[in-house]
């Protein structure tokens, strides 16, 4: 039986959580859950799972996610915050030996060096939930990534606007953009994927996760959203992990591992006929892609910069108050005029870091503010 913590129960990767706990109960056991502000859910999830701990955000801040990481009876930590409020329940659960099961990306975005030093240091494992993530981690059977992998490649659907040419960008709404083709997630993450970010921090969180350099890190359109992601290896073969789009299959394929188990999932139905459509990526049409790659490449505080300001601007637009094609400006804007550390820095080097790239945003993002 695993101890399983969940961070971030009300979100949808909590929802998909808790089906797949629900599935395993004879697996796994809800020990602790958290939640931002939705007091009645939450009671809720921990009446259905006779859960010990739970905690709101809104009640104990930190403090509250920090006691449930390293609770004595978890085994494995499942982190789905929102935004980098879980970068220190992530290094504290992984000081305590725990396995980080990861969704909440930002928390290798801005400080991938030191979380994975963290884990090294305590022999403590990530796993990754993201989907392309959790994809690699499956072709490389849990292995690193050594010198026998050329390349990883990253699926991206296209998010929303895909098919609009780019001259109709700038009249798109907050419900055009929430409104995903292929994958039902959260609003900031459906507007990540239509301007690419998303992708751009997955970039990043892959060359954490498997510790390759971005020369090695590509992305390519793939309209279908059932190729998760793929491993190119030194002598040309390919590995691709394939499922319907639905977050329990890498949350499943996380809380389980190394085991594999029965799911009541759908599965791929190739009783019919399937098409699997491969393309590149328009680099000058998703141009938050090539910010974020500039990010990785310039390292040090760059990518918590690129972060905080893509946030900025994405809420900003979700409240109707900047135009969509305006996002990439404010992550520039942010990038060019602040100079961010280029070393690794602490916890707190960081989130200051990210504090004031969210002031240069906001500050920005009033001069493009919809007339
Ligand atoms: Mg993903």
């Known amino acids: 039986m695993k101890g399983v913590v969940l961070i971030g129960a009300t979100g949808s990767i909590g929802w998909n959580t808790l089906e797949v706990v629900r599935q395993h109960a004879g697996k796994l056991r809800l020990v602790g859950v958290a939640a931002a502000q939705n007091r009645e859910r939450l009671d809720a999830i921990a009446r259905e799972f006779a859960v010990p701990h739970a905690s709101l955000f809104a ?24 935004g980098t409020v879980g970068l220190r329940p992530a290094l504290a659960a992984l000081e305590a030996g725990k396995t980080l099961a990861l969704a909440s990306k930002e928390v290798l975005v801005v400080a991938g060096g030191l979380v994975m030093e963290t884990a090294r240091r305590h022999g403590a494992r990530i796993l990754p939930v993201d ?3 959790n994809a690699i981690f499956q072709c490389l059977h849990g292995r690193p990534a050594d010198a026998s992998v050329r390349r990883l490649i990253l699926t991206a659907s296209g998010g929303a606007f895909r098919n609009l040419p780019s001259e109709a960008l700038d009249r798109v709404t907050p419900e055009d953009a929430t409104q995903h083709p292929n994958w039902d997630m959260g609003p900031k993450i459906t507007v990540d994927s239509a301007t690419m970010a998303n992708k751009g921090l997955e970039l990043i969180e892959a060359h954490w996760l ?3 350099p971005p020369d090695q890190l590509d992305v390519v359109l793939h309209t279908q959203s059932l190729v998760h992601s793929m491993v190119e290896f030194i002598d040309g073969s390919v590995l691709a992990q394939l499922s319907p789009p639905s977050m ?9 591992y190394p085991e ?18 491969f393309a590149p990526v328009d680099m000058k049409r998703y141009a938050c892609l090539r910010l974020a ?9 760059a990518p918590a910069v690129f972060n905080a300001a893509n946030e900025v601007a994405v809420n900003r637009f979700l409240e109707k108050r900047l135009p969509f094609v305006a996002i990439p400006d404010v992550i520039a804007h942010c990038l060019e005029s602040l100079s961010p550390p280029a070393h690794d820095g602490t916890v707190e080097e960081l989130l200051a870091t990210e504090e004031s790239a969210r002031t240069v945003a906001s500050r920005f993002a009033d001069t493009r503010m919809r007339a």
């Open 59 to 82: 009640d104990e801040g930190v403090e509250g996610l920090l006691r449930l990481a390293t609770l004595e009876e978890a085994d494995t930590v499942l982190l789905a915050a929102t």
């Open 131 to 133: 989907s392309e993530h």
């Open 210 to 212: 498997f510790g390759l």
């Open 248 to 256: 329990t299959f890498a949350i499943q394929y996380a809380l389980l």
């Open 260 to 277: 594999r188990a029965d799911s009541t999932a759908e599965r791929l139905d190739f009783s019919r006929a399937l098409q699997l459509d």
């Open 293 to 301: 790659r500039e990010a990785m490449e310039a390292g040090g505080g």
